[in-house]
């Protein structure tokens, strides 16, 4: 049976990782997640004094690139793929908040976007992938075969991201929490290189009120019809 490319693109905190994973492991297909990625990025930026007081030294990080690896490897504990910046595990680190204000301006930058991109493509070149982030259907994968548009509520997006902080300990309030996905929403689609937008012939899901199971399935049936060739 062959294997297809699988895009799925979306707002911030829509759930693009999760169902991606989801659909991977089913399909036994390779998934990475781009948005970690741009995470690890921002994270090295902040380690290496590159951002300071939410000021990011463009000329400095663009210096850096060369430096910067940012990989994948499957974590046989946790049962799933794990980032890594210059071989180190990074997970925990990518999500918080701090770098959360700060991907998004990252991810804008061109160089940046340039040297995840390669490291994209040669990543999918054999199909049999499930890939999540901002430009995966329109700029990565623009031929792959399944793409997705995920969508919700901006306020309902910021319940769950802000529930998932709450989980990890962090403390924090709704409204910084719905100032970022907001602010991220406005950075995503209005910056100059690969904005976010919706490939012509993405189908959009949005998961305003739909619970996660049904949206798997949902997906799920649109990549076994591309899969056998019924679409």
Same mark, same amino acid.
């Given at each position: 049976?062959?294997?297809?490319?699988?895009?799925? !693109?979306?707002? +911030?905190?829509? #759930?693009?990782? @999760?169902?991606?994973?989801? &659909?991977?492991? =089913?399909?036994?297909?390779?998934?990475?997640?781009?948005?970690?990625m741009y995470r690890a990025i921002? &994270? =090295?930026?902040?380690?290496? +004094?590159?951002?300071?007081?939410?000021?990011?030294?463009?000329?400095? /990080?663009?210096?850096?690139?060369?430096?910067?690896?940012?990989?994948?490897?499957? *974590?046989?504990?946790?049962?799933?793929?794990?980032?890594?910046?210059?071989?180190?595990?990074?997970?925990?680190?990518?999500?918080? &908040?701090?770098?959360?204000?700060?991907?998004?301006? %990252?991810?804008?930058?061109?160089?940046?976007?340039?040297?995840?991109?390669?490291?994209?493509?040669?990543?999918?070149?054999?199909?049999?992938?499930?890939? *999540?982030?901002?430009?995966? #259907?329109?700029? %990565?994968?623009?031929?792959?075969?399944?793409k997705i548009f995920m969508d919700? *509520?901006?306020?309902?997006?910021? @319940?769950?991201? =802000?529930?998932?902080?709450?989980?990890?300990? !962090?403390?924090?309030?709704?409204?910084?929490? &719905?100032?970022?996905?907001?602010?991220?929403?406005?950075?995503?689609?209005?910056?100059?290189?690969?904005?976010?937008?919706?490939?012509?012939?993405?189908?959009?899901? *949005?998961?305003?009120?739909?619970?996660?199971?049904?949206?798997?399935? @949902?997906? /799920?049936?649109?990549?076994?019809?591309?899969?056998?060739?019924?679409?």
């Amino acid at each position: 049976m062959p294997k297809i490319t699988i895009a799925i !693109d979306g707002y +911030s905190s829509t #759930g693009k990782s @999760t169902v991606a994973r989801q &659909l991977a492991d =089913y399909l036994n297909y390779i998934y990475v997640d781009t948005g970690a990625m741009y995470r690890a990025i921002t &994270l =090295y930026a902040i380690n290496n +004094s590159i951002i300071i007081n939410n000021t990011i030294d463009k000329d400095a /990080l663009i210096k850096a690139l060369p430096n910067i690896q940012v990989s994948f490897e499957y *974590d046989n504990k946790k049962n799933t793929s794990q980032v890594l910046l210059n071989s180190k595990p990074v997970d925990d680190q990518i999500r918080t &908040l701090e770098v959360s204000d700060q991907v998004s301006p %990252v991810a804008a930058i061109p160089q940046v976007r340039k040297k995840l991109v390669t490291i994209q493509h040669a990543m999918g070149k054999e199909g049999g992938i499930v890939m *999540d982030g901002r430009d995966i #259907g329109t700029v %990565v994968f623009p031929n792959a075969q399944l793409k997705i548009f995920m969508d919700a *509520d901006a306020n309902v997006r910021a @319940t769950r991201r =802000y529930n998932e902080l709450l989980g990890r300990g !962090d403390v924090i309030s709704f409204d910084e929490v &719905l100032e970022n996905i907001l602010e991220r929403d406005h950075i995503d689609t209005t910056r100059k290189d690969s904005p976010l937008i919706k490939a012509a012939d993405a189908i959009v899901i *949005d998961n305003t009120e739909t619970n996660l199971e049904d949206q798997f399935y @949902t997906i /799920l049936q649109l990549a076994k019809d591309r899969i056998a060739g019924r679409v």
